[in-house]
C-alpha cells in the first residue's frame, strides 16, 4: 500500500480523454474531417517495477513505462539515470511502453533514479511528455534527501540549460577527472536542477557542461562550476514539494518561483597547455595567430627576410590570439614566414621559450580574389584603394566615448593635428574647438576623439576629418569625411542616475540591453561617485557590475584545482529582479552599496 503514493494519478485524466474523444463506429462512406489537433500528452498508465521498489536485482534490470497511447522517444539523451553508469541507460519502443536497459549491472545497495523529462512525446503530433521520476533502490533502503539550485553563466548570470550537475562523496580534487559522480541530474530551461533520494552524507559539488556525455570533467572542452565548500542536503523529499514538480518551461511564473538552495556560475578554465592551435593569413600583409590559452608569453618575433621592425603585431584582451601586419610596401611573397619566440608547454607540461617558424600561406580563395582585382580595374572597389576606417557619433554617447574612428588596417602616417572641430549654436553662429585624442589600449586601430568643451543641448557639433592625412601599412590614405552630432532633446528620454558608495577597488558597470548581449554604456569606477547613465529610450535594462580585483577590465575566469572561483558579477536588482523597466520622462536614481552588494 505504501508503494501506491508513488504512482501517479491518472484516472481523471484517463475519464476526461474519453470525454474528449468518444468511441464509436468508423464511417466508411463520408471522408475524415480530421477534428481537432490533439494537444494532450501521453499519460503513464503502469511502471514497472513500482516506484519505492527495494532490493532490485542488479543483473539485467529492465524498467517499464506503459503509457495510454503510442509514443517515441524525442531525445535519448534525456533518459538519464542517477548515479550514471559508464554507458547510458538504452531505451526502447515495445509497444504502448518505453524500456529501459543498461548495458551492465547497477551498483548494489544504491538508491537510484531514472528520469524522463524531455524524453518521450507521442507518437502522433509529438506532444511532449512532461517528465516522470522512477526510484528504486538496489538496497534494502530508499534514500531520502534532496537538493535544489540553479546553474548560470558566470559573465551575463545568464541561466544554462542541459548542465550536468553532480555530487562527489569522494572530496578528493581529481574525482570529478576521473571518477563518475554518486548523484547526478541536468538543469532544465530556467538552468534550475533538482536532485532528490540522495543519500545523507557529505558532497563535494560541480557542474559540468558535459560535452561527451562521459559523466566527468574534460578540462580541454568544458565548462565547469563548483560549490566552494562542502555540502550535506537537509531537505526531506516528498511528492508535495514545489520545486520537484514537472513544469511547462514556458510558465515563466511558476518556474521562477521555485526556491534554489545552491547557486553555482559556471566558467571555462583556461587550458593547461600552451601553444599555436591555429594560423591564418587574411590578406597579403594581414594574418593571425591563435594560442591554446590566454596570457600568452611572446619574448620575439619577425617575419623573415624582412627587417624586425616592419612588423606590427597586436594581442586581444585576453591575449589568447595575435594579428599581424607587415609595414612594408613591396610585392609580398605567398608565403611569409614568421620566426616566434614564446613559452610554450614542453613534453613535461612546463612551459618553456619555444622558437618556431610558422608558415603564413596565401589561401586559394584569397589568391583568386587578388587575381580578379589585378586583371582588371573594373574588380577593384573603391574601398580597395583607401585607408578604410569607419566612424561613429551616436548622440546618446558621445559625451562618454567621444567621436570613435576605426580603420581596418594599422597606420604608419597620422596627422592628428589636421583634425578640425567646429560647434553650431542655435542662432546659426559657429565656433571652432580643440579635441582630444586617445588611442584604445586594447585596438591600435581605434581611436575616441574627445571635445574638449562641454557639449550643450541645442547645438551642432562637426568633426572633419581632412583628405590624405592618415596612411595604413598597405599605402593607402583616407578619404575626407565629417561627422555630425547633436545632443537629444526628445523630452520622452530618460536617464539613471547610481550613487555608489563604498566603493574600495575596481569595478565595471555596465548597462546592458534587456537580453544581456549589448552594452549601452559602460563605465569603470574605483571610489565612490554617480555615475549617469542619459538619454535611454523607454524599455528594459540590467545593470551589471563586475569586481574587476586584477584591475585588467576582464570578468577573469575560475582555477579549480585552486579553489578560485571567477571574479564576482552581480546584478542590480529593484524589487528583487535584475530588469528594470524605464519609462518615458523618468529620472530614475539609486543608491548602490558596493560592500554589501558583493559581501
Known amino acids: 500500500m505504501k508503494l501506491r503514493k508513488f504512482i501517479p494519478l491518472i484516472p481523471a485524466a484517463l475519464i476526461l480523454g474519453s470525454l474528449l474523444f468518444p468511441s464509436?463506429?468508423?464511417?466508411?462512406?463520408?471522408?475524415?474531417?480530421?477534428?481537432?489537433?490533439?494537444?494532450?500528452?501521453?499519460?503513464?498508465?503502469?511502471?514497472?517495477?513500482?516506484?519505492?521498489?527495494?532490493?532490485?536485482?542488479?543483473?539485467?534490470t529492465k524498467l517499464r513505462f506503459t503509457f495510454n497511447e503510442y509514443v517515441k522517444i524525442k531525445d535519448a539523451n534525456s533518459v538519464y539515470l542517477s548515479p550514471p553508469l559508464e554507458k547510458k541507460p538504452k531505451a526502447t519502443i515495445k509497444g504502448k511502453s518505453v524500456e529501459v536497459t543498461f548495458e551492465s549491472d547497477l551498483d548494489s545497495n544504491t538508491?537510484?533514479?531514472?528520469d524522463l523529462t524531455g524524453a518521450i512525446a507521442d507518437n502522433n503530433e509529438g506532444n511532449l511528455f512532461p517528465g516522470y521520476t522512477l526510484v528504486f533502490s538496489t538496497g534494502p533502503e530508499i534514500d531520502s534527501l534532496c537538493v535544489t539550485g540553479v546553474v548560470q553563466d558566470?559573465?551575463?548570470?545568464?541561466?544554462?540549460?542541459?548542465?550536468?550537475?553532480?555530487?562527489?562523496?569522494?572530496?578528493?580534487?581529481?574525482a570529478v577527472f576521473l571518477k563518475r559522480p554518486v548523484a547526478a541530474g541536468k538543469t532544465d530551461d530556467w538552468g534550475f536542477f533538482s536532485l532528490r533520494n540522495i543519500q545523507d552524507t557529505v558532497y563535494r559539488v560541480y557542474a559540468v557542461k558535459d560535452e561527451n556525455n562521459n559523466n566527468k570533467y574534460d578540462p580541454e572542452t568544458e565548462k565547469i562550476a563548483f560549490l566552494d565548500s562542502l555540502f550535506r542536503p537537509k531537505l526531506v523529499y516528498n511528492d508535495t514539494l514545489y520545486e520537484?514538480?514537472?513544469?511547462?518551461?514556458?510558465?515563466?511564473?511558476?518556474?521562477?518561483?521555485?526556491?534554489?538552495e545552491l547557486e553555482l556560475n559556471l566558467f571555462r578554465e583556461r587550458p593547461t597547455k600552451q601553444y599555436i592551435v591555429k594560423k591564418e593569413r587574411v590578406g597579403v600583409r594581414t594574418a593571425y595567430l591563435t594560442f591554446m590559452a590566454s596570457d600568452a608569453v611572446v619574448h620575439d618575433m619577425r617575419i623573415r627576410g624582412l627587417p624586425r621592425e616592419k612588423l606590427i603585431s597586436q594581442f586581444n584582451l585576453q591575449r589568447d590570439s595575435l594579428e599581424l601586419w607587415v609595414n612594408d610596401q613591396r610585392k609580398m611573397p605567398d608565403t611569409l614566414q614568421l620566426v616566434i619566440n614564446y613559452d610554450k608547454t614542453d613534453t613535461t607540461g612546463k612551459l618553456k621559450a619555444t622558437e618556431e617558424t610558422v608558415k603564413l600561406v596565401i589561401t586559394k580563395e584569397l589568391r583568386a580574389e587578388l587575381m580578379k582585382k589585378e586583371s582588371s580595374s573594373k574588380n577593384r572597389k573603391h574601398e580597395d584603394t583607401i585607408a578604410v576606417m569607419t566612424t561613429k557619433a551616436d548622440p546618446t554617447t558621445v559625451e562618454h566615448?567621444?567621436?570613435?574612428?576605426?580603420?581596418?588596417?594599422?597606420?604608419?602616417?597620422?596627422?592628428?593635428?589636421?583634425?578640425?572641430?567646429?560647434?553650431?549654436?542655435?542662432?546659426?553662429?559657429?565656433?571652432?574647438?580643440?579635441?582630444?585624442?586617445?588611442q584604445d589600449s586594447t585596438n591600435l586601430r581605434h581611436f575616441n576623439i574627445y571635445p574638449?568643451?562641454?557639449?550643450?543641448?541645442?547645438?551642432?557639433y562637426y568633426l572633419k576629418i581632412p583628405h590624405r592625412r592618415f596612411r595604413d601599412v598597405n599605402g593607402y590614405y583616407n578619404d575626407s569625411t565629417e561627422l555630425k552630432v547633436t545632443l537629444p532633446t526628445d523630452e520622452k528620454l530618460s536617464s539613471i542616475t547610481?550613487?555608489?558608495?563604498?566603493?574600495?577597488?575596481?569595478?565595471?558597470?555596465?548597462?546592458?540591453?534587456?537580453?544581456?548581449?549589448?552594452?549601452?554604456?559602460?563605465?569603470?569606477?574605483?571610489?565612490?561617485?554617480?555615475?549617469?547613465?542619459?538619454?535611454?529610450?523607454?524599455?528594459?535594462?540590467?545593470?551589471?557590475?563586475?569586481?574587476?580585483?586584477?584591475?585588467?577590465?576582464l570578468v577573469d575566469t575560475g582555477v579549480l584545482l585552486e579553489h578560485r572561483q571567477p571574479e564576482k558579477v552581480r546584478f542590480f536588482k529593484v524589487d528583487g529582479q535584475p530588469l528594470i523597466k524605464v519609462l518615458e520622462k523618468a529620472e530614475m536614481v539609486w543608491k548602490i552599496d558596493m560592500e554589501e552588494m558583493f559581501r
Not at 538508491?111 to 531514472?114: A, E, P, V
Request: net charge positive.
Open 24 to 60: 464509436g463506429c468508423a464511417n466508411t462512406t463520408t471522408p475524415p474531417t480530421g477534428g481537432p489537433k490533439d494537444t494532450i500528452p501521453p499519460i503513464i498508465t503502469k511502471v514497472f517495477p513500482l516506484p519505492g521498489t527495494v532490493n532490485v536485482d542488479v543483473h539485467k
Open 111 to 114: 538508491t537510484y533514479t531514472l
Open 154 to 174: 558566470c559573465n551575463t548570470l545568464k541561466p544554462m540549460k542541459g548542465i550536468t550537475v553532480m555530487l562527489y562523496k569522494d572530496q578528493a580534487d581529481s
Open 244 to 260: 520537484f514538480k514537472k513544469f511547462d518551461m514556458k510558465d515563466t511564473a511558476l518556474c521562477l518561483a521555485r526556491d534554489a
Open 401 to 438: 566615448y567621444g567621436y570613435e574612428i576605426e580603420f581596418k588596417y594599422p597606420l604608419i602616417e597620422a596627422a592628428w593635428d589636421s583634425l578640425r572641430f567646429r560647434s553650431v549654436n542655435p542662432r546659426q553662429q559657429e565656433a571652432k574647438g580643440k579635441v582630444r585624442v586617445v
Open 452 to 460: 574638449e568643451e562641454k557639449l550643450m543641448v541645442g547645438y551642432d
Open 498 to 553: 547610481l550613487e555608489l558608495s563604498n566603493v574600495h577597488q575596481k569595478y565595471i558597470v555596465d548597462l546592458l540591453t534587456e537580453k544581456r548581449d549589448k552594452v549601452v554604456l559602460s563605465f569603470i569606477v574605483d571610489k565612490d561617485g554617480s555615475l549617469v547613465f542619459p538619454y535611454l529610450k523607454a524599455g528594459i535594462y540590467c545593470i551589471r557590475i563586475t569586481e574587476d580585483i586584477n584591475r585588467n577590465n
